[in-house]
């Protein structure tokens, strides 16, 4: 089958064809040829009060012999260019190699958002020009029921011949060769049947703890066309989500209240066919119901829901009434009570779909 090429003298396409593929990438679960097993980071997320914990093996450190540290990603919608970088790090440089809860090489790697990590912002202290310095965090911790992806990558890192490093995210698609004028080209196979062209790039390894170059090896690195689509393809293959954080169990019920209020349904953050608002900041047990401003019963919610952990102090609505059927937009009263009705609140939330 005649392949056409992106990136050289061959074939058509055009930019439609590479939304075209990144779209594909997101709905059609990554059916591309995958990198080895080793170098597929399978990230698991637990949620906490405004805080999401990554895990995952730390396998690929030692059997990526390139291996050069790991990007964490975080995305609202979970869609190929849509992932931000949260945290970069870099086995070179101890620094950045630093974790929570985790030991050295074979280990389970942490991380959690917001990132640990600080950095000093010098202040100026009074009118005489006499300054210091205090710590500022990173990022912004993500909110209490809102849905967020994330994705870790490792990279491979390298030594170019101008002795520039050379770093490509892991895992990438099965990438073979191919003619072009004669000449032994490299690309990956994209679902439409287009090859998106990659560079083959001679590099030596780095030595630990040397600054002499190793044994010479290559890399594949991303044309114009091809970086951000290899770039997705690693983050995709290594994600996970849709995940809310949640808020923790509270002593009394003073502060309850609904997120998003109001709920828009075309919201970027709203997920195809995924409907939801959660109640945060409850005790640890709690019924909620919900009215329509006539008084009519919409729904009860009984929380903490059947298997869910005794410590989240939110629970889901999935906007559906006691029937199953999605509710029509509007405004509609909550009253949340704790057992034995010792004591309730009651506010109003809006729907607009």
């Not at 093996?57 to 990603?73: I, K, M, P, Q, R």
């Not at 202040?123 to 993500?142: F, V």
Request: with cysteine; charged share 20%.
């Amino acid at each position: 089958m005649r392949r056409n090429v992106r990136g050289g003298h061959e074939g058509g396409g055009g930019p439609s064809r590479l939304r075209t593929y990144l779209a594909v990438l997101a709905a059609s679960g990554l059916v591309l040829g995958l990198a080895p097993a080793w170098s597929q980071i399978e990230p698991e997320a637990e949620r906490f009060d405004r805080e999401i914990k990554l895990t995952w093996d730390a396998e690929v450190e030692t059997a990526d012999s390139l291996f050069g540290g790991y990007n964490v990603w975080r995305s609202t919608a979970g869609t190929p260019g849509t992932y931000q970088l949260l945290r970069r790090f870099q086995r070179r440089y101890p620094v950045t190699w630093t974790y929570r809860g985790a030991g050295g090489p074979g280990t389970e790697r942490v991380f959690i958002d917001p990132d640990s990590i600080a950095i000093l912002v010098k202040i100026q202290i009074n009118t005489q020009g006499d300054s210091a310095y205090t710590r500022s965090y990173l990022g912004i911790p993500p909110f209490n029921g809102f849905p967020y992806f994330y994705g870790v990558t490792s990279y491979s890192e390298c030594l170019g011949e101008r002795n520039d490093t050379l770093t490509v995210d892991q895992p990438q698609p099965e990438i073979f060769p191919f003619q072009r004028d004669g000449e032994e080209h490299f690309g990956f196979e994209t679902p439409e049947g287009d090859t998106l062209e990659v560079q083959k790039i001679p590099c030596r390894r780095f030595l630990p703890g040397s600054s002499s170059p190793g044994s010479p090896t290559f890399i594949y690195l991303g044309t114009v066309d091809s970086e951000i689509p290899l770039r997705d393809f690693a983050i995709q293959s290594a994600s996970v989500g849709p995940v809310s954080p949640s808020s923790g169990t509270r002593e009394n019920l003073s502060d309850v209240s609904v997120i998003p209020n109001p709920y828009i349904s075309s919201a970027p953050w709203e997920q195809p066919g995924i409907r939801k608002i959660q109640f945060v900041n409850l005790t640890g047990r709690a019924t909620i119901r919900i009215f329509t401003v006539g008084g009519d019963l919409v729904r009860e919610i009984e929380h903490p829901a059947a298997g869910s952990g005794s410590d989240q102090g939110a629970a889901d609505w999935d906007l559906k009434n006691g029937n199953g059927e999605l509710v029509e937009s509007g405004i509609y009263i909550f009253q949340v009570e704790e057992p034995g009705g010792v004591a309730d609140v009651q506010g109003r939330l809006v729907i607009v779909k």
